[in-house]
Structure formats: C-alpha cells, structure tokens
C-alpha cells in the first residue's frame, strides 16, 4: 500500500470546505484558504485531531504525508515485535 498524499487526505476528509466546517464545531479557526496550502506545507500538527476525526488516518500516516508534501524523506520506525 503506498503512502497516503495531503490531496488525498484533504479529499478522504470531505474537502477543504468540510474540514473548515468542522473545525468550527470543535472550536477550532481553519479556514479553507488555508487547506488549500496544506498540500505544500503539510498539515499542521494542532489541526490533526480535525483530520482524524473525519477520516481514518493515523498520527503516523499524518507525519509520513506532512514529510512527503515537504520532500523529506523518512523512514518510521517499526513497531516492536511481540
């Protein structure tokens, strides 16, 4: 499975007019200009939990794409072995 992109993240969540919207109920100020440049910039870290209620990612897919959109290259660690 390949690693998911901030556009598919955006689109997954319901666009950026969804996100925008939700963020307002849960109290929060992101706007839809500033989805818009989250594809260059990654997603901010503070507007995580917005994201991840309204999709199924995972903190570490959220890093991964943040890496990604900002052309770094990271390698996550694996998880311990039981």
């Known amino acids: 499975m390949s690693a ?3 556009k598919q993240i955006i ?3 319901g666009g950026p007019d969804a996100i ?6 849960a109290g929060g ?3 839809k200009d500033a989805v818009y440049k989250w594809s260059k910039t990654g997603i901010p870290d503070r507007h ?3 994201i991840i209620a309204l999709t199924n990612y995972r903190p570490e897919e ?4 943040n890496c990604a959109a900002r052309g770094l290259r990271v390698q ?5 072995a039981e």
């Open 76 to 80: 996550l660690p694996l998880e311990a």
């Open 11 to 13: 689109k997954n969540a």
């Open 4 to 6: 998911a992109t901030i």
């Open 62 to 65: 959220l890093y991964a794409a």
């Open 48 to 50: 995580w939990p917005v």
């Open 29 to 31: 100020d992101i706007s």
């Open 20 to 25: 925008a919207q939700a963020s307002s109920k």
